[in-house]
T-cell receptor, first 115, second 111 residues
Framework: DAGVIQSPRHEVTEMGQEVTLRCKPI?????LFWYRQTMMRGLELLIY????????DSGMPEDRFSAKMPNASFSTLKIQPSEPRDSAVYFC?????????????FGPGTRLTVL | SQKIEQNSEALNIQEGKTATLTCNYT??????LQWYRQDPGRGPVFLLL?????KEKRKERLKVTFDTTLKQSLFHITASQPADSATYLC??????????FGKGTTLSVSS
């Protein structure tokens, strides 16, 4: 398996624009996670899905953020409208379950810069 | 409030020495604790997992301890090498939640 795939790897946009980040999890993994990482706040969980259903979105900062998982092999994280404070690295991860013995496999991340 | 603290943002040691990284937590009752390594420009990669009823776990030059009384995990790298330079993240798991990550400690090993 190629691992978790994210696109784009880098995104530079202007304030107010819509941004869509994409993720393909590892085949067979039932859980998909979206994280945001900054120096100040570290790795923050935004939302996670189980079998394409959102389970916990309490980490989503505000209504400008939305995430979907239309099928088992694809998820998107959308920011509309984007703001400079959204600049961060966004990671997608997948796992077999959320039991403590199952590890998460991370993608390479998308570095978002909002000017 | 709930907190996960990793001892310092940065740790600098000389090649060959043992690096010890600390993960302390408050107001959590984790059943498992995991350690991940993150290299610049990459996502975290799993290294080791330890259960609450295990005192110590080893993998090659890595050793993890878990003290539920002190609410602390220690991560050791023996005979450290420059290739060990990276950011190391601890992550807690408790029932009903997804993994909760600390902010990480950046280790630099100089030759």
């Amino acid at each position: 398996d190629a691992g978790v795939i994210q696109s784009p790897r880098h995104e530079v946009t202007e304030m107010g624009q819509e941004v869509t980040l994409r993720c393909k999890p590892i085949s067979g993994h039932d859980y998909l996670f979206w994280y945001r990482q900054t120096m100040m706040r570290g790795l923050e969980l935004l939302i996670y899905f189980n079998n394409n259903v959102p389970i916990d979105d309490s980490g989503m900062p505000e209504d400008r953020f939305s995430a979907k998982m239309p099928n088992a092999s694809f998820s998107t994280l959308k920011i509309q409208p984007s703001e400079p404070r959204d600049s961060a690295v966004y990671f997608c991860a997948s796992s077999l379950s959320t039991s403590g013995t199952d590890t998460q496999y991370f993608g390479p991340g998308t570095r978002l810069t909002v000017l | 409030s709930q907190k996960i603290e990793q001892n310092s943002e940065a740790l600098n040691i000389q090649e060959g020495k043992t690096a010890t990284l600390t993960c302390n937590y408050t107001n959590y009752s984790p059943a498992y604790l995991q350690w991940y390594r993150q290299d610049p420009g990459r996502g975290p990669v799993f290294l080791l997992l330890i259960r609450e009823n295990e005192k110590e776990k080893r993998k090659e030059r890595l050793k993890v301890t878990f003290d539920t009384t002190l609410k602390q995990s220690l991560f050791h790298i023996t005979a450290s090498q420059p290739a060990d330079s990276a950011t190391y993240l601890c992550a807690l798991h408790q029932a009903g939640t997804a993994l909760i990550f600390g902010k990480g400690t950046t280790l630099s090993v100089s030759s």
